[in-house]
């Protein structure tokens, strides 16, 4: 960004409502944090992006700390709100999509959130990690319900079943995600959509014991 484009967007700020102000820094800090993490994550980086100035962030957010804690709270409770709107109806391979819909249209204007609470670059203790903390269990649980309702059957009758199930969800979350900012132009009913195409077919595999070693 050249020097005329940042002074004209500091310019627009100017007069612009605080609380404005303030989800414009949050927008712009968790494309930050969220392409690169909070340990290599720039304040000034994020004023750059926000058109303000860096001592700007201070006195909105107190520090670096204060400010990533915001868009974490931000981002952590967006999704856990809508993963738990989704586990609404029946306990089957609906349900997954409904969950997956539920994410992705969260994530669809802010796909930079799902970084934010499973960042690896947190310090291991403090407050920020705490706060992750909180909402990636909240999810893990809501996840972990949902894959044992599925597998209350007869054919899940090993606890370890679900143990690894619930690890292949979590992983299946994961990589949607994932795969999704390596293609952004996928909009979250598209995203719905593919995944709705997988599941059809996975649901049409083999009964347990029907494929034999050769």
Known sequence: ???????ARTVG????PRKDRERLILDAAAEEFGRKGYARGSTAEVASRAGITKPMIYEYFGSKDGLYLTCLERAGTRLVAAVSSAQEGPSDLTRAARTLAAIFHALETRLDDWELVYDTTLPADGALHTAATVHRRELNRLGSVGVAEFLDSPLAEDPLDTDLATHLWYGTVSAAVTWWRH????????????CERIFAALSRAPEPGAIRPA
Do not use: L
């Open 183 to 194: 293609h952004p132009e996928q909009t979250a009913a598209e995203m719905t959509s593919r």
């Open 1 to 7: 960004m050249g020097k005329q484009e940042k002074a």
């Open 13 to 16: 700020t100017k007069g612009m």
